[in-house]
């Protein structure tokens, strides 16, 4: 079975604080993704990565930076926390090129800003 | 650009019932796929079903088939059968084939199933 697993299901940090969310994956698969889930609005990209140390930005980066040094590992930084970051992450991971089909996603991290 | 729709924030069903959660979709590559995931109240996202542009038939996995109408540019969720565990948010998503391969998700749709 595909797993992807988050490091924290509930986090609570405070406004500037430097907050790391960390996605693993154990499939081998080369893409791995960061998503925000807010009411109304869907899942929105933050950024992706299709290889180890490549990265692209998505659709709202504004305020995260992303780090994957390792093929199944890709963390999400929030380098100085605020409240308008408040929301759910999910992180997906898929295999790429003429392999890619659905993502597999992880549980989700609900993270509150003070 | 890709744009998905999901025009039914909530929809309210009989148990048993079938239901028909509607999306519509926008892009102008030729190659492309659509997805229905699942959320239910505990989070985690749970794929259901694909449909490539270019598959001839309609996408089913056990009560669930993708009413696909490529002119149309929608790709309906249909549940036939519906059971309370199905109480859930809906999400539609497309992926273009090319390039990076990240999905675009539409705003959901809440459903509730009422016994």
């Known amino acids: 079975d595909v797993k992807v697993t988050q490091s924290s299901r509930y986090l609570v940090k405070r406004t500037g604080e430097k907050v790391f969310l960390e996605c693993v994956q154990d499939?081998?698969?080369?893409?791995m993704f960061w998503y925000r889930q807010d009411p109304g609005l869907g899942l929105r990209l933050i950024y992706f990565?299709?290889?180890?140390?490549?990265?692209e930005k998505g659709d709202i980066p504004e305020g995260y930076s992303v780090s994957r040094e390792k093929k199944e590992r890709f963390s999400l930084i929030l380098e100085s926390a605020s409240t308008n970051q408040t929301s759910m992450y999910l992180c997906?991971?898929?295999?790429?090129?003429?392999?890619?089909?659905?993502?597999?996603f992880g549980p989700g991290t609900r993270l509150t800003v003070l | 650009a890709q744009k998905i729709t999901q025009t039914q924030p909530g929809m309210f069903v009989q148990e048993k019932e079938a239901v028909t959660l509607d999306c519509t979709y926008d892009?102008?590559?030729?190659?492309?796929?659509l997805f229905w995931y699942k959320q239910p109240s505990s989070g985690e996202m749970i794929f259901l079903i694909y449909?490539?542009?270019?598959?001839?038939q309609n996408a089913t996995e056990g009560r669930y088939s993708l009413n696909f109408q490529k002119a149309r540019k929608s790709a309906n969720l249909v549940i036939s059968a519906s059971q309370l565990g199905d109480s859930a948010m809906y999400f539609c998503?497309?992926?273009?084939?090319?390039?990076?391969?990240?999905?675009?998700f539409g705003q959901g749709t809440r459903l509730t199933i009422n016994p």
């Open positions: 499939m081998d698969h080369e893409n």
């Open positions: 449909q490539g542009s270019y598959d001839q």
């Open positions: 997906a991971s898929s295999f790429s090129g003429a392999r890619a089909n659905e993502q597999f």
């Open positions: 892009t102008s590559d030729p190659s492309y796929g």
């Open positions: 990565s299709y290889d180890v140390k490549m990265k």
């Open positions: 998503a497309m992926r273009e084939t090319q390039g990076a391969q990240k999905l675009v």
